[in-house]
């Protein structure tokens, strides 16, 4: 089992940039592909990036696309997403989780744990 914590949200101006970081329990880390979702008030959880157990995959919603990226550091146990030119649409609550596999996948359904989730606001 691995337990996730993320940490980075907060409140920023459009056009501006965070950095997400997820940290991750246990000498696991290394056995789990991770990802990033993103759930607004009254939506569904939705897919924003992946990457594969070794990093060399990676995979974006194309509402992120060329403004996200999506990293790892298995040293640290750690995964980041760097998060730039901001938009109002991009305020959710940002979870981080992991799949026991290589691969990365979007689908929420593929993710066997789950981080308790930090706030991002953009203002306009």
């Known amino acids: 089992q691995v337990q996730l914590v993320e940490s980075g949200g907060g409140l920023v101006q459009a056009g501006g940039s965070l950095r997400l970081s997820c940290a991750a329990s246990g000498r696991t880390f290394l056995t789990y592909a991770m990802g990033w979702f993103r759930q607004a008030p009254g939506k569904e959880r939705e897919f924003v990036a992946a990457?594969?157990?070794?990093?060399?995959?990676?995979l974006y919603a194309d509402s992120v696309k060329g403004r996200f990226t999506i990293s790892r550091d298995n040293a640290k146990n750690t995964v980041y997403l760097q998060m730039n030119a901001l938009k109002p649409e991009d305020t959710a609550v940002y979870y981080c989780a992991a799949r026991r596999g290589s691969e990365a996948r979007i689908q929420v359904t593929s993710y066997d744990y789950w981080g308790q989730g930090t706030q991002v606001t953009i203002s306009s």
């Open positions: 990457i594969s157990r070794s990093g060399a995959g990676t």
